[in-house]
Structures are given as structure tokens and as C-alpha cells.
């Protein structure tokens, strides 16, 4: 397979800064916002049933930001891009997930490690979207 050589640092900044807001909104209560980080056509597979299209993405980020009970942090690592077109990318991302529902601190120990399988597709505006983000579960709790 040919791999397109480079991804621009910017466009390298900007994916990097999609991962990372991804994560931040569900842990910050603002799950019902994720929809707008995907594009019309995209898919989220691992994360319960199948969501195919940006309206079921954000219905779903509608129903985890209505769970004011549960507390998480995605610990994300190991993020790993490259270019497979001029507007196209695909990565990979490690996640270590802490959750927590109902009151106190909840435990330090995580509740997984997964890997995001990630395809990214660029707007004609110049914004990163994903494509496609694949959740598989490498190790859960004991």
C-alpha cells in the first residue's frame, strides 16, 4: 500500500486537537456536543450499538452528557497518524478509561485500556473531522 508522504505540522496539530477534544467534552459533561466533531457520513463503532451518521453521534452524545451521575477521564496515549490522501488520515489511539458513577472519588484503578482505530477526513473549509473511530477493548477490570 502507498502511503501519501507528510502530514503538515498544522494538520498533524489539528487531528491531535480533535482526539483531545473528543475525550475533553465527554469528561467535562459536554457529550452533547461530539456530534460536531464528526463528519455527515461518519461512523462510531465499540461505544454500544453502532452510530452511523452524525445525527446518531450526537443523539448518543446527547444521552452520556444527560448521565450527570457518571465521572470519567480518557487518559489518551500512543497517538500514532498518517496521511493516506491529500484531505485523508488515519490513526491510531491508545485510551486508558477511568469512570466513576454515583457520588465520591471513585477508583484509581482504570476501568480499560482500548485502542481508537481512527479515519480522519478533511472539509473543504480545511477543518479535520472523524470519519470513523473504532473502540476495541485491549484489557478491562478485573
Known amino acids: 500500500m502507498r502511503v501519501v508522504t507528510g502530514l503538515s ?9 480533535l ?3 473528543h475525550a475533553w467534552l465527554i469528561d467535562h459533561g459536554e457529550a452533547d456536543k461530539v456530534g460536531e466533531l464528526f463528519a455527515g457520513e461518519a461512523a462510531l463503532y465499540g461505544v454500544g450499538p453502532d452510530k ?3 445525527a446518531a ?12 451521575e457518571r465521572r470519567s477521564r ?17 490513526g491510531w489511539v491508545v485510551l486508558t478509561l477511568y469512570r466513576h458513577d454515583g457520588p465520591g472519588e ?16 478533511r472539509e473543504p473549509d480545511g477543518t479535520w473531522l472523524f470519519a470513523e473511530r473504532r473502540l476495541a ?3 478491562g477490570a478485573a
Not at 111 to 117: K, Q, R, V
Open 9 to 17: 505540522p498544522q494538520d498533524r496539530l489539528a487531528i491531535e486537537q
Open 19 to 21: 482526539i483531545q477534544r
Open 52 to 54: 452511523i451518521g452524525r
Open 57 to 68: 453521534i450526537a443523539e448518543w452524545g446527547r444521552q452520556r452528557a444527560a448521565m450527570s
Open 74 to 90: 480518557h487518559v489518551q496515549s500512543n497517538i500514532l497518524i498518517e496521511p493516506v490522501a491529500p484531505d485523508a488520515a488515519r
Open 106 to 121: 471513585g477508583s484509581a484503578v482504570p476501568l480499560l485500556i482500548a485502542e481508537y482505530a481512527d479515519r480522519y477526513a
Open 137 to 139: 477493548v485491549l484489557f
